[in-house]
């Protein structure tokens, strides 16, 4: 008997940041799951599938979302992906401690007209805060299937999968949520007029609703479905209504969304008592976003994640680095003692040192995303932010704008990306054009590099602290300069709700700590290990045939194999193209104690700021023996004062934002003019500042 085949259902998952979705994407897929970005943005997407009696079911955990009309690039996509793609069930997961705020979306999902089912999340925590809910009396007020679950524990699964099936089986859409008789008949006038085409028609509740309070993007998107004759109906129902009640038509319309949610929670909702997890987190609040200490308290904790990032990162750094030592010795072992080899160097010499210098880092990177997952997890970001908001007013910047600059800690470009959260225009330019300052997870291997050649053991976590902290504080003054200056105006006002805090579980953290490790380690394999390649071969090419060196020993001067050797290589170095790039930029970067081999070390880095210390690693070791077992942070502390050191990370941390950057900051301000100023802005500043340290260092008679 042939099998038949059945298409697989199409399930989506949406719900609020932190509602749980992605918990209960794993606990629906296991393993069998994917990661990637959606095309053309930095917004992660997950997919995955499985199976029940046979049935596939695939599965799309969307961005976290509130609403289906705002604008920030998660937000962005989920609403693509509910109005365009067909699925056959929406999971809407709502986040039970907080149902009002979940059930909003939900609204619009079933004015999306999709098949939903409502799954109630969190339910251990509203359950202990003494919130009870009838469940059974939602699905009948809802007509739709209604579970519980605690997403991390897997509980609810079995509940779930069933009530996917029979949503998916019975093939009916939610009905249109009842607004009120006024709205209600506005939407219907104008939907009746609607010609979707696709799998849009059953979203014309939604899309006349977003008509209606005057949305032009929905008009545009949908130009060949929307007749101007329909956009002009909207605007006069609009205008009917905010004259009837004396109402903006948007404020309107959330009342009336924000209604439907009441009265269906007045029905099923039952509080026993106050919120347990609301009143602990209270008492935590106290100590922890106290208007005096909170500051100090979250400096101390940012002090301990680095702490925590260079002490016990350093171990696992020191196996990996002797792997490498074994991996190099047998590479040349291949070739006879002391023969010149092309491709020896090019492994050896190219990506091992260059390569390998950067994944050596590999563990301080796991570490450090370990701490900020913690501080996001537990909900205690959403405190920093706070505390951080009356600190950010007096530099013209945002509380708002800390969220996006935290995520710059990461990568700057979805930091760049996360400044989409801010309505007002100027709060958006300032806070993207100052957040490349915030030093991000490329430049960690950086300041590991750097730190221990220039700082003594007990220096360098206070070290790593305040190089982080000179980037929040710059970042705050050039906000500041640009608020007097290109950017006047008022900062918006602030409001945020405080999620409870929770206990991060460990599933989440590893998943967090291994997409980190495989990203950073990916990103070595490819770009990183072109660029090597690249300057291998610049750093290689061309030859020399005869040395000044050999010149000098002919006319009698004493030296060592070693030193003749090595002699060699600086000659060898110069005088290739790399050298020579180095030496022609030399004069510039003089003024800020820098030489050519560390100018030769910055080209590229505009690429990927790991390049520099790849570079570094490439550069040294072309010019010295390849015998010569000393390592890079040896050879750095001997070459260079501790002076040059803070100039040269100074200068690393402020200059010139990679390249990815730029592009993302083109993109978000719509202008080359911003982009430029950033990165023009920026490596000035970097300059002057790196070169009056270098300057008064001397002149104090530091280095
Ligand atoms: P997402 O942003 O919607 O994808 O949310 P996540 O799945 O990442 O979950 C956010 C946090 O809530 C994680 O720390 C989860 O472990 C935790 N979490 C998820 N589901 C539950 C639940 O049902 N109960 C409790 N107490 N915590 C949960
Ligand atoms: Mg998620």
């Not at 390569?355 to 570490?367: D, K, M, R």
């Not at 221990?452 to 500041?480: D, H, K, N, T, V």
Request: net charge neutral.
């Amino acid at each position: 008997m042939a099998k038949k085949t059945v298409p697989p259902i199409k399930i989506a998952l949406a719900g609020n940041p932190n509602a749980g979705k992605t918990s209960l994407f794993n606990v629906l897929t296991g393993s069998r799951q994917h990661v990637g970005n959606y095309p053309g943005v930095t917004v992660e997407q997950r997919w995955g599938h499985y199976k029940v009696n046979g049935q596939r079911v695939d599965v799309v955990d969307l961005p976290g979302t509130y609403s289906l009309t705002s604008f920030s690039p998660e937000e962005r996509v989920a609403r693509d992906e509910l109005l365009h793609t067909q699925h056959d069930v929406v999971v809407v997961v709502a986040d039970s401690t907080a149902l009002k705020r979940s059930l909003m979306l939900l609204v619009q999902v079933m004015q999306l007209g999709a098949t939903p089912v409502l799954c109630l999340n969190m339910s251990d925590e509203a359950m202990a805060s003494g919130q009870r809910i009838d469940r059974k009396r939602l699905e009948l007020e809802l007509g739709f299937p209604v579970v519980e679950t605690v997403g991390h524990k897997g509980k609810g699964r079995d509940d779930l999968i069933a009530a996917i099936f029979r949503a998916s089986e019975s093939k009916t859409s939610a009905k249109t949520p009842s607004l009120g008789e006024d709205l209600d008949g506005a939407i219907e006038t104008i939907s009746a007029t609607l010609k979707l085409s696709g799998s849009l028609p059953q979203t014309k509740a939604w899309v006349a609703t977003r008509l209606l309070v005057g949305d032009e993007k929905i008009a545009e998107e949908l130009a060949g479905d929307v007749s101007k004759d329909t956009v002009a109906l909207a605007k006069k129902e609009a205008e009917r209504l905010s004259n009837e009640t004396g109402q903006d038509i948007s404020l309107f319309v959330t009342e009336r969304y924000f209604a439907f949610v009441d009265d269906l929670l007045a029905k099923v909702v039952k509080t026993e008592r106050r919120s347990d997890s609301r009143a602990r987190s209270e008492r935590i609040d106290r100590v922890l976003a106290n208007p005096t200490f909170g500051l100090p308290v979250f400096g101390i904790i940012m002090f301990a994640i680095f702490w925590v990032t260079f002490t016990l990162g350093e171990i696992p750094m020191g196996w990996i680095e002797s792997g490498q030592g074994m991996l190099s010795d047998w590479i040349t072992g291949f070739w006879p003692q002391g023969s010149e080899s092309a491709l020896r160097s090019l492994l050896v010499d190219g990506v091992i040192a260059g390569v390998g210098g950067v994944v050596v880092f590999l563990p301080n990177i796991v570490l450090l995303f370990l701490g900020l997952a913690l501080l996001e997890d537990s909900g205690y970001m959403a405190r920093a932010a706070y505390l951080m908001d009356r600190v950010m007013h007096r530099f013209g910047l945002h509380g708002k704008s800390f969220v996006p600059m935290m995520t710059g800690f990461g990568c700057s470009i979805p930091g760049i990306m996360a400044t989409r959260t801010l309505e007002n225009e100027r709060d958006r330019l300032t806070t993207m054009l100052v957040l490349p300052l915030m030093s991000c997870g490329a430049r960690l291997p950086i300041w590991m590099l750097l730190i221990p050649a220039f700082f003594p053991p007990e220096w360098r976590a206070p070290a790593l602290w305040g190089i982080y902290s000179i980037g929040i504080l710059l970042a705050f003054l050039l906000a500041l300069a640009l608020r007097r200056t290109v950017l006047a105006g008022e900062a918006a006002p602030f409001v945020m709700e405080l999620p409870p805090y929770r206990m991060p579980t460990s599933r989440a953290l590893i998943k967090k700590m291994t997409e980190r490790a495989w990203i950073y380690l990916r990103k070595a394999g490819t770009i990183i290990l072109a660029v090597s390649i690249v300057l291998w071969v610049m750093s290689t090419y061309p030859k020399k045939d005869t040395y000044e060196v050999d010149a000098q020993l002919a006319q009698g001067i004493e030296m060592t194999d070693e030193e003749i050797e090595q002699a060699r290589g600086g000659e060898d170095l110069r005088y290739s193209v790399a050298g020579r790039l180095g030496i022609a930029i030399e004069p510039l970067i003089k003024p800020m104690g820098f030489d050519w081999k560390l100018g030769t070390s910055m080209i590229g880095a505009f690429a990927a700021k790991e390049v520099f210390v790849a570079n570094l690693g490439i550069v040294y070791s072309m010019g010295e023996t390849t015998e010569d077992s000393e390592d890079l942070r040896n050879k750095l502390s001997r070459d260079y004062s501790p002076l040059v050191g803070f100039s040269l990370m100074l200068f690393l941390l402020i200059a010139a934002p990679c390249m990815a950057t730029f592009a993302v900051t083109r993109r978000e301000s719509g202008s080359w003019r911003w982009a430029f100023l950033q990165l023009g802005g920026l490596t000035l500043v970097a300059f002057l500042l790196s070169t009056t340290v270098y300057q008064v260092g001397r002149l104090l008679g530091a280095g």
